[in-house]
């Protein structure tokens, strides 16, 4: 008889990396999937080293390619980046989370 896992109320934390609060503007670019060679101005939700999350009114594919244009105090940034969560959040809203592949 195999035994009964029971499920804990709390998932440890996936990310390698701490994650900061940051809102900022962003421009986002799609390189490919619907909507490729489109841009859009988003506000980030936070950032990391290797990723970036933010919020939509339209959900995104997983694994979709994009640019994304940071303005930060210290300057512009810019990331190729690959789609890797997309979750609805409430009123037709998607948070979306992209990977850092590259700085441009």
């Known amino acids: 008889m195999n035994p009964i896992i029971a499920p804990t109320l709390v ?9 900061r609060a940051v809102q900022t503007k962003a421009t ?8 490729a ?21 339209h959900p995104l594919t997983v694994g979709q390619n994009c640019r994304v244009d940071l303005t930060t105090p210290g300057g512009n940034q810019t990331h190729a980046c690959e789609v890797v969560r ?13 990977q850092v592949r590259a700085r441009m």
């Open 37 to 57: 060679g489109t841009s859009q101005e988003v506000l980030t939700r936070d950032l990391a080293l290797s990723g970036i999350s933010f919020f939509l009114n």
């Open 86 to 98: 997309v979750r609805a959040v409430s009123n037709g809203r998607f948070e979306m989370a992209v």
């Open 28 to 35: 986002l670019t799609l390189l490919d999937g619907e909507g």
């Open 11 to 19: 998932e440890a934390d996936r990310r390698g990396e701490n994650r």
